[in-house]
């Protein structure tokens, strides 16, 4: 939930390229050890992962952010999580609505995964969205997956939360291939061995 985050690049390759050299911060764990945070980002950036943008509806209003920290959690009964920063302007809303969509993008999908990540503009300008059948959360046009959930529970991580919905709602496209974060860079899945 705290690898690096900050696209440097439209290729996996360039963006390895450009990691940098470590940050003065130190981060610690609470013992003796201590490391550098650009350290702890540059290690945790080798976990590759998709890219989703979860979205809500509060007071007609359509919210949303781009994250990398979902993960499917329990089948019975089904829940999901992901982990939105303390630092988050949308969760707090997304809270209040006490339901969200998790929009799983697929890799045509690198400027929608920008556009909700950043800190200026209208995230939903260009964006073409309908309401989800159960929660009414917006659902992104062209997501490779969706899971629409109902706010469950929340729990403090540090500089995160981690939060816990429960599915209530799910899909997915027949076919198509996710949008991938590996090392601070957007890639590709060509395809199964
Ligand atoms: C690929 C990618 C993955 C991200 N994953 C997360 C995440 O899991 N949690 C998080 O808090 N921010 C994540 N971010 C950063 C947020 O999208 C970004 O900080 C956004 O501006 C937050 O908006 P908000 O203040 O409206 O919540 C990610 C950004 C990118 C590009």
Redesign the pocket.
């Known amino acids: 939930?705290a690898s690096d985050?900050?696209?440097q690049g439209t290729s996996v390759r360039s963006a390895a390229a450009q990691l940098g050299p470590p940050a003065k911060s130190n981060v610690s764990n609470g013992s003796e050890i201590t490391f550098e945070s650009t350290r702890f980002r540059q290690v945790l950036g080798h976990f590759c992962t998709g890219?989703a943008v979860v979205t809500a509806l509060q007071r007609g209003q359509p919210i949303g952010?781009?994250?990398?920290?979902?993960a499917s959690v329990s089948l019975v009964p089904p829940l999901v999580s992901?982990?939105?920063?303390k630092?988050?302007?949308?969760?707090p809303r997304i809270k209040a609505s006490g339901a969200f969509c998790v929009n799983i993008l697929k890799d045509a999908q690198e400027a929608v995964?920008?556009a909700?990540?950043?800190?200026d503009g209208d995230r939903f300008f260009n964006v073409s969205w309908r309401r989800t059948p159960e929660t009414g959360s917006p659902l992104l046009e062209d997501a490779l997956a969706w899971v629409d959930c109902r706010f469950q529970d929340q729990h403090d991580a540090g500089d995160?939360v981690i939060v816990v919905g429960r599915v209530v709602g799910l899909g997915a496209m027949e076919q198509g291939w996710p949008l991938l974060?590996y090392r601070g860079g957007y890639g590709h899945f060509t395809g199964p061995r």
């Open positions: 939930m985050r900050s696209p890219v952010l781009t994250v990398q920290s979902f992901f982990c939105p920063s630092s988050s302007s949308s969760w995964s920008r909700f990540a950043a800190k995160h974060f």
